[in-house]
């Protein structure tokens, strides 16, 4: 199996991932581009192409049907509608989940056994889907999940104190949506406590700015696509390279019968585990919350 992916969606997330592996250094060695539009599939790619005298990566780009998929290591799937101006990730659900349903019968017919990466909202239903339907193994279905948001998260509390993100150790978990938080109680800037830096009032208004990032963004301009086109970059570079980084994905939790995000550990193999952080009291109550949301809104589809 060669390091091929296959982009299903060439809408603002999926040519925002696409541009940017052209501009980072990767193990990407082709990348085909599906579209439900095959004319703007085909005017993507040479576009694409045309960056290569000055790109970091050496990438053929070119587009495909579902037959690319069958020797591809990764299906990064970008499709679905948009979350417009109003509308929750949840809002989403049904729409999406009939477009999914379709897609992943399709790569699978393939005889694909690659690994899945999945960036469509409502991101963890739509996650749990591909794994339904995909009936691969859990390791090899990943959902995005609040990479982005650890990632609006870091570059806040980075403004907010002049300490390089790099020196931030804090994540979001729990639903891409809503009910996502932050486990305060472990977070820590350069091995000190959060509180050290930052009052408790401060906390919950960053969290709270970091949870509306989404929505001031696609009130602003209409969709949200650089932040997450990159966190799909960070997320093919940790399996392609074997990297076993450390990335709050959306990945199979078998306790509660869903995927949710927490930090895990990504690989070649896709999630080699998925690691639990130890919550207070309050977290606890806020990820049974975020568990349920998820759950419920399976139930809807199911």
Not at 263 to 277: F, M, Q, S, T
Request: charge should be negative; charged fraction near 25%.
């Amino acid at each position: 199996m060669k390091n091929k992916v296959v982009l299903i969606g060439c809408g603002n997330v999926g040519m925002a991932y696409a541009y940017s592996l052209i501009n980072q250094k990767t193990y990407v060695q082709e990348l085909v581009l599906m579209d439900v539009n095959q004319e703007k599939a085909k005017g993507e790619a040479l576009d694409l192409n045309h960056c290569a005298y000055f790109a970091e990566s050496k990438i053929k780009v070119t587009t495909g049907e579902y037959s690319a998929c069958k020797d591809a290591a990764l299906v990064v799937i970008a499709a679905g509608s948009n979350q417009n101006p109003g509308e929750t990730r949840m809002d989403l659900i049904h729409k999406n989940s009939q477009i999914f349903q379709s897609i992943i019968e399709q790569v699978m017919e393939q005889n694909f056994q690659g690994i899945f990466v999945v960036a469509t909202n409502p991101l963890d239903v739509m996650t749990y889907l591909t794994l339904k339907y995909s009936k691969l193994p859990t390791n090899k279905v990943i959902g995005t999940g609040t990479t982005l948001d650890t990632a609006r998260l870091r570059y806040l509390l980075s403004e907010k104190v002049n300490i390089d993100t790099n020196n931030i150790e804090a994540y979001v978990i729990g639903e891409h949506g809503d009910s996502e938080f932050i486990p305060w109680s472990n977070a820590s800037i350069a091995l000190k406590k959060i509180t050290e830096f930052l009052k408790k009032e401060e906390l919950e208004i960053l969290e709270e700015e970091v949870r509306n990032s989404a929505y001031e963004i696609i009130n602003k301009k209409g969709a949200t696509a650089y932040g997450i086109g990159i966190c799909l970059t960070k997320i093919t570079s940790a399996i392609l390279e074997d990297k076993n980084a450390v990335l709050t994905v959306s990945s199979y939790d078998d306790e509660n019968k869903i995927c949710i995000s927490t930090p895990a550990i990504v690989n070649r193999n896709g999630v080699k585990e998925k690691l639990y952080i130890p919550l207070n009291e309050k977290e606890q109550e806020k990820l049974k919350n975020s568990i349920k949301v998820i759950q419920e809104a399976i139930k809807n589809i199911e």
